[in-house]
């Protein structure tokens, strides 16, 4: 496992979650993008929040601006996800992504390496 997610769980509506990402073998590169992707049962796979290599440039889905923060830990090789005022529509399992380049990506083509994903569910 190259890229493992963790952090997800139940929450209410309108709670917090935090989902954190780490890094091995050979997606362990301090200098790649990454990105968050979610997953709902029967639709496609969507994109909620991407970093650059550096950290100092991000970019969202407009569904979750203003709601989720991505942020990076290069020294520990470690990204995250910060859910506040969380949406029943926000339930999916969410995935985590490392690629090549500069970055931030929005398009999952330019991510090589892909973790098991960790399930968020939020009830009403």
């Known amino acids: 496992v190259q890229l493992q997610a963790s952090g997800g769980g139940l929450v209410q509506a309108g709670g917090s979650l935090r989902l954190s990402c780490a890094a091995s073998?050979?997606?362990?590169?301090?200098?790649?993008?990454k990105g968050w992707f979610r997953q709902a049962p029967g639709k496609d796979r969507n994109f909620v929040a991407a970093?650059?290599?550096?950290?100092?440039?991000?970019e969202y889905a407009d569904s979750v601006k203003g709601r989720f923060t991505i942020s990076r830990d290069n020294a520990k090789n470690t990204v995250t996800l910060q859910m506040n005022s969380l949406k029943p529509e926000d339930t999916a399992l969410y995935y985590c992504?490392?690629?090549?380049?500069?970055?931030?990506?929005?398009?999952?083509?330019?991510?090589?390496?892909w973790g098991q994903g960790t399930q968020v569910t939020v009830s009403s």
């Open positions: 992504a490392a690629g090549t380049g500069r970055g931030p990506f929005v398009d999952p083509s330019h991510y090589e390496y």
């Open positions: 073998g050979r997606a362990n590169n301090r200098n790649f993008p």
């Open positions: 970093i650059n290599w550096n950290g100092r440039s991000t």
